[in-house]
T-cell receptor, first 113, second 110 residues
Framework: EPEVTQTPSHQVTQMGQEVILRCVPI?????FYWYRQILGQKVEFLVS????????KSEIFDDQFSVERPDGSNFTLKIRSTKLEDSAMYFC???????????FGDGTRLSIL | RKEVEQDPGPFNVPEGATVAFNCTYS??????FFWYRQDCRKEPKLLMS???SGNEDGRFTAQLNRASQYISLLIRDSKLSDSATYLC???????????FGQGTTLQVKP
């Protein structure tokens, strides 16, 4: 069964550093998403992406965040200057259409020191 | 009122039991509804979509009550492997922006 893959599985970074999280969505999916889950809290939407542009973003997704589809397979989330409160599990997801079920990758655990 | 609200539990049930979870949502215009399960520190995995007429997938039955803005999940004949957190998920605008509930934790005991 095709799946969404994410790398790395765990990223440890110093506060203030830039970090890039990588995702390979399912190949025939057109819509891509990033979510985050702070330990012990609910999953929160960050951003959706379609046709090489952001469709929607949440209040969390401020100027420190950006997304990119640099080639035909990868979808990345960049955090420019990380803060302690960015520590969380980051999940990438993809779907065929925006109203269809989303399939999640197994996440990147981001730890900011 | 929270956008998606669930009883966090935990629900502790014996193997073979039937258990039901409920969820309420605040946006009456919401169109798409899902149940996901999440094992400890893992990704959400789609359990089933929820349709207006209700739908069943094996031991799992999902119901939607639009008038009451209420979604339910029924698990029959619980297995040890059903132990997980069950996430009620709503897409208010059908745009792919999923709103997650806090989750309901289920522990199935031998």
């Amino acid at each position: 069964e095709p799946e969404v893959t994410q790398t790395p599985s765990h990223q440890v970074t110093q506060m203030g550093q830039e970090v890039i999280l990588r995702c390979v969505p399912i190949s025939n999916h057109l819509y891509f998403y990033w979510y985050r889950q702070i330990l012990g809290q609910k999953v929160e939407f960050l951003v959706s992406f379609y046709n090489n542009e952001i469709s929607e973003k949440s209040e969390i997704f401020d100027d420190q965040f950006s997304v990119e589809r640099p080639d035909g397979s990868n979808f990345t989330l960049k955090i420019r200057s990380t803060k302690l409160e960015d520590s969380a599990m980051y999940f990438c997801a993809s779907s065929v259409q925006s109203n269809q079920p989303q399939h999640f990758g197994d996440g990147t655990r981001l730890s900011i020191l | 009122r929270k956008e998606v609200e669930q009883d966090p539990g935990p629900f502790n049930v014996p193997e073979g039991a039937t258990v039901a979870f409920n969820c309420t949502y605040s946006n009456s215009a919401s169109q798409s509804f899902f149940w996901y399960r999440q094992d400890c520190r893992k990704e959400p995995k789609l359990l089933m979509s929820v349709y207006s007429s209700g739908n069943e997938d094996g031991r799992f039955t999902a119901q939607l009550n639009r008038a009451s803005q209420y979604i339910s999940l029924l698990i029959r004949d619980s297995k040890l492997s059903d132990s997980a957190t069950y996430l009620c998920v709503v897409d208010p605008g059908n745009t792919g922006k999923l709103i997650f509930g806090q989750g309901t934790t289920l522990q199935v005991k031998p």
